[in-house]
């Protein structure tokens, strides 16, 4: 359905997106994952017709959108990163307003907007001005709005940050119901692993411009297969006690992040007694020892060393 | 088109008070200064103390002066107006001496003095004279002739000028604070209705509306008529307050007015257009605006007559500066009367102006997307 093409995106000397590979199947939730600064919004107003990439190619059923954006966007909703909406407008007159941007009129105006807000769960507090809505609300009109003209393909930006966990819970839902009974395929953006790994069957990991990782989830995942993971809470860290950890046989790597290590080691292994005994010698006082099958973080922290979020 | 539009209308009716504030603001000034710069000019009370006077030249000559009008009272209401402060000086007048009564020193009372003097130094000549001839039986034709002659070649001359009283800017005060104001407010209820334009592109409305089917050029579009109708709402609202309800009457070419503000709210849109499109954020747009329009208020003859400035520097950028223009179409065509022809120079420039900053402006929006 759609498909990006070694896409790179230059500002001034440094690449927001490089040579960037991605494709989306009718019928799929794509995740799109990375920190901020990624390259995740650069990426999306490439593929949303927004912005002229530097090099590369973005194909919409075969056909460039770049070269004729025109069908693509009849079909495509998007859904900005920031609050795109009239803050002193009503939902239902925003949903009005773009609505009728979109040429919907009359009485099916009337019926989309209607829906709309069914889907969003706004209905009771249609009539409030935008400015009056918690974060969370002014979210799911955001939402709304790249709904109105019943589009195939949604592009979501970060459709959660910033709010309550009840919201985020009810657009995760959403998201979930309009890819099953309506049939939208969804590109959904985030820097939250756990929302992508709930939501999507298929994730592309970026970060500093780059495509890390790709796959279905069970892909992914398997770049740590057979592995498990150690995450070691101290009081103190000491450099020996890293270098020890690092040297170690049978650990295959070590991330530290302020006072906690993450000891990625083999399934089989069992390293507790070592490492308690390690720690003794170095005279570090450890606080928990965690073991646990890997998370897409885990992942994230094994490819760049860095934890997702900062 | 329609739609953004209607959005633009709800806006405005949920949020009217900039609008009204710079309006209402725009003709309190005007009418503050319009006023006061009436009285400094006008209105030394008189109090007549002798029959004499009243028939004399003297009344004649002051009733001649230009920049101040002498008004009779009654001895205490001068006294009440000079104490109040109401009027600088005032003065009584008996038949061969004068008494000022000075509230504050000033050069108001000083050419006071100089003007009432004169007029009894001709007055006391003309009595000399009579009293000489008298005897020689001469008629008084004659009489006026020689009169007349001897004013011609005097003994010595007094000549006195003041700005004011300068022929070539006699207006009535209130239409430079009427056209200074309107034309500097305006600017700011312009630029304050472009502004969101630039607000929309950072926040995503406005990618909302590329994505949609509407056409860029109704988008820009739109926004430009939007704010030139609520900038021409603005001055439409001044001057009719002061047609209808002061009675200023724009010496019967009210109509002509308000046609010939057209241009210069246009090129205001366009000046909105460029800034927005240079500026990076509505921080900036705003600093720049409030200094920009206060500049072009003060070299364009908005505050005071374009004919007193006097640097040179200061006359070149007053001629790239549309407020300029503006004042002088407005000044021109109400207290100049200029011709058709003579209005088409401004009127065409303005225009120009216009099409030109637009036309950058858009472009450089379009070229760094934002
Ligand atoms: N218009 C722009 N001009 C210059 N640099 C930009 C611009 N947009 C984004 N960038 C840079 O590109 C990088 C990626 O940004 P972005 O795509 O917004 O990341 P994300 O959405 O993943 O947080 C950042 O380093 C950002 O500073
Ligand atoms: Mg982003």
């Known amino acids: 359905m759609l498909e990006l093409v070694n896409i790179s995106k230059k500002f001034k000397q440094t690449y927001a997106v490089k040579n960037m590979n991605m494709f989306m199947e009718r019928g799929e939730i794509v995740g799109l994952l990375g920190p901020n600064g990624a390259g995740k919004s650069t990426a999306i107003s490439i593929m949303s017709s927004l912005v002229e990439p530097t090099a590369g190619e973005v194909y919409f059923d075969n056909r460039s959108i770049l070269k004729n954006p025109t069908s693509f966007r009849k079909v495509a909703g998007i859904v900005p990163q920031e609050i795109a909406l009239y803050e002193d407008l009503t939902a239902e007159e925003n949903l009005r307003f773009f609505g009728r941007i979109y040429q919907i009129k009359g009485k099916q105006l009337q019926k989309r907007i209607e829906d709309v807000l069914q889907i969003i769960g706004l209905a009771d507090r249609k009539k409030e001005v935008v400015k009056t809505y918690s974060g969370g609300m002014k979210r799911r009109l955001n939402i709304g709005v790249a709904l109105l003209h019943e589009p195939e393909l949604l592009i979501m930006d970060e459709p959660t940050v910033g709010i309550d966990a009840q919201s985020r819970k009810y657009i995760l839902e959403t998201v979930k119901q309009l890819n099953k009974e309506m049939n939208v395929t969804i590109l959904y953006t985030s820097h939250y692993m756990e929302e992508v790994e709930y939501l999507c069957n298929r994730i592309y990991i970026m970060d500093k411009g780059n495509l890390i990782a790709a796959g279905t989830k069970e892909e992914i995942n398997r770049i740590l297969s057979g592995e498990k993971s150690i995450v070691i809470k101290a009081s103190h860290l000491t450099n020996p006690f890293i270098y020890e950890l690092k040297t170690y046989p049978l650990v295959n790597s070590v991330d530290v992040m302020d006072k906690q290590i993450t000891v990625m080691v083999s399934k089989e292994v069992n390293l507790f007694k070592d490492l308690i005994a390690m720690a003794d010698e170095a005279n570090i006082e450890l606080i928990s020892v965690n073991i646990k099958t890997p998370t897409l973080e885990d992942v994230f922290l094994h490819l760049t060393g860095r934890a997702l979020r900062d | ?370």
């Open chain 2, 1 to 370: 088109m329609t739609a953004i539009l209607l959005a633009k209308l709800k806006h405005l009716l949920r949020n009217p008070w900039a609008f009204l504030g710079f309006t209402g603001i725009c003709i309190v000034f005007a009418l503050i200064m319009g006023l006061t710069g009436f009285e400094s000019r006008s209105s030394v009370p008189i109090v007549i103390a002798d029959e004499e006077v009243t028939g004399s030249s003297i009344l004649t000559t002051l009733n001649d002066e230009e920049s101040i009008s002498f008004k009779e009272v009654e001895e205490d209401a001068l006294i009440q107006s000079v104490k109040e402060g109401k009027a600088e000086v005032g003065a009584i007048l008996n038949k061969d001496t004068y008494e000022l009564i000075v509230g504050v020193e000033s050069t108001t009372v000083s050419s006071v003095d100089n003007m009432i003097r004169q007029a009894y130094t001709e007055y006391g000549q003309r009595q000399k004279i009579i009293e000489h001839i008298g005897d020689l039986k001469q008629t008084e034709n004659a009489l006026q002739k020689e009169i007349d002659e001897a004013s011609k070649n005097p003994v010595f001359s007094v000549t006195t000028s003041n700005f004011t009283t300068d022929q070539t800017m006699m207006y009535d005060p209130i239409y430079q604070y009427v056209f200074g104001f309107g034309l500097f407010f305006v600017i700011y209820t312009v630029a304050y209705n472009v502004l969101p334009m630039l607000i929309e592109k950072q926040e995503g409305v406005w990618d909302r509306l590329i994505l949609s089917p509407v056409k860029k050029w109704k988008m820009y579009a739109g926004n430009m008529i939007y704010s030139f109708c609520i900038g021409y709402l603005q001055v439409l609202i001044i001057f009719s307050f002061f047609y209808f309800v002061f009675g200023v009457d724009f010496n019967g070419k009210f109509p002509e007015t308000l046609l010939l503000l057209i241009p210069y709210v246009f090129t205001i849109v366009a000046l909105s257009i460029l800034l927005t499109a240079i500026v990076k954020n509505s921080q900036q747009f705003n600093a720049f605006i409030t200094i920009l329009a206060v500049c072009m208020a003060m070299v364009g003859g908005a505050y005071w007559p374009i004919e007193i400035v006097e640097s040179n520097f200061l006359i070149a950028i007053s001629k790239i500066n549309p407020l300029t223009y503006g004042m002088e179409i407005l000044h021109g065509v109400v207290n100049y009367g200029y011709s058709l022809e003579e209005l088409f120079y401004p009127v065409s420039i303005l225009l120009l102006m216009g099409t030109v900053m637009i036309g950058v402006g858009i472009h450089l929006m379009e070229r760094r997307h934002i």
